[in-house]
């Protein structure tokens, strides 16, 4: 592998796209380069101490020693660093983002809109009222009833039923929902809990 170095304003300065792109066969890292431009400054500095003229080396005599020795540490330290490095911020780029868990399988129920009809007997005899449903998800994005009285008293309480029901229904999952008693309507609920049984045995996935 060949380094190819120039120079930029007294500093050496590595050709960054040419020795990255053989160091990894990647597109270039702003810390790998930074760590390549350490290495190169550090090689050009010994380099250009080993050409002093003999009366330089002569006058360095044991500072040459020492300098040498911290040079060979710092190369290390720079080693080790960008090693560290590399499987770090490699390691990071290379994580695949995490699967988001599909709760779809755990579905008890088919998307869609539903209608049935649910029984209950009020004092007066037999009563029906109408039920639709849309699910999503197993809850209850949208809930509409229709009135199927023809007794005054079961058309009262069904009335007070349609007007009050909704906040126990919509929004909640369906398998959760079973009314007991919606303001003054306590006969009615039990024709709703019918048509929502109903729904649900349509429904069921």
Known sequence: MS????????????????????????????????????????????????????????YGGQAKKKTSAIFVLVIIAIIIIAVVGVFVFGGAQNKSTPQIADNSQNKRYKNGTYSAVGDYVSPGGAEQIGVTVTLKGDVIEDAQVQSMAFRPNTIRFQGIFIENFKPFVVGKNIDEVQLDKVSASSLTPKGFNDAIEKIKAEAKT
């Open 3 to 58: 380094l190819r170095a120039t120079k930029e304003r007294g500093n050496p300065v590595v050709d960054r796209d040419c020795f990255v792109a053989h160091y990894r066969g990647v597109p270039r890292n702003d810390n790998e380069c930074a760590f390549l431009n350490s290495l190169v400054t550090v090689l050009t500095m010994m380099n250009e101490n080993k050409n002093l003229d003999p009366a330089s080396r002569e």
